[in-house]
T-cell receptor, first 114, second 113 residues
Framework: AQTVTQSQPEMSVQEAETVTLSCTYD???????LFWYKQPPSRQMILVIR??????QNATENRFSVNFQKAAKSFSLKISDSQLGDAAMYFC???????????FGTGTRLKVLA | DAGVTQSPTHLIKTRGQQVTLRCSPK?????VSWYQQALGQGPQFIFQ???????QRGNFPDRFSGHQFPNYSSELNVNALLLGDSALYLC????????????FGDGTRLSIL
């Protein structure tokens, strides 16, 4: 079975500053994918970034980057130059190779302060 | 480029009733997954449809059933509604049975009285 744990129910960051959201996971599979999704009040889950476990290089998408520590089963999201539009719920998720279903964490609510 | 669309946006039902939620996948996608998101929780996987067959199922009772049509759209049916079925129901689509990212709709908010 796969599990995802997000230990920070809520985080705050000043506009233009950097914030890191934590995620740990557990899986018995050697190949899997990790995701960060953003869910604003509009409810739609939006893909922020995706990491393939067999790739050692950390994924980056503009202001969003991850710190993937496979041995520690840790997958944190760093948001640089935070913007007001970044305020949302952020969910970490895992998908096993060949299973295609996502297991989500409980989410972290990010507040961006002007 | 049409994204994932779900209907209705909001639905109110009473205990014991039955409900049908609908989803049209993103253009070019052929696989549909359904998730239940209770208030304050992360989404939980219900099941996934590909080529009109249920391919995977999460830990949900048989009261939850689905269907996929030849045009790849999908329905989620829930029978004998319970108060605990109140949640946001999210539909996600993807291409084939692959690990390509799933694209989500805005969800249907189901309230059970």
């Amino acid at each position: 079975a796969q599990t995802v744990t997000q230990s920070q129910p809520e985080m705050s960051v000043q506009e233009a500053e950097t914030v890191t959201l934590s995620c740990t996971y557990d899986t018995s599979e050697s190949d899997y994918y990790l995701f960060w999704y953003k869910q604003p009040p509009s409810r739609q889950m939006i893909l922020v970034i995706r990491q393939e476990a067999y790739k050692q290089q950390n994924a980056t998408e503009n202001r969003f980057s991850v710190n993937f520590q496979k041995a520690a089963k840790s997958f944190s999201l760093k948001i640089s130059d935070s913007q007001l539009g970044d305020a949302a719920m952020y969910f970490c998720a895992i998908s096993g190779w060949g299973t295609y279903k996502y297991i989500f964490g409980t989410g972290t609510r990010l507040k961006v302060l002007a | 480029d049409a994204g994932v669309t779900q209907s209705p946006t909001h639905l109110i039902k009473t205990r014991g009733q039955q409900v049908t939620l609908r989803c049209s996948p993103k253009s070019g996608h052929d696989t549909v997954s359904w998730y239940q998101q209770a208030l304050g929780q992360g989404p939980q996987f219900i099941f996934q449809y590909y080529e009109e067959e249920e391919r995977q199922r999460g830990n949900f009772p048989d009261r939850f059933s689905g269907h996929q049509f030849p045009n790849y759209s999908s329905e989620l049916n829930v029978n004998a509604l319970l108060l605990g079925d109140s949640a946001l129901y999210l539909c996600a689509s993807s291409l084939g049975l692959t690990n390509q990212p799933q694209h989500f709709g805005d969800g249907t908010r189901l309230s059970i009285l």
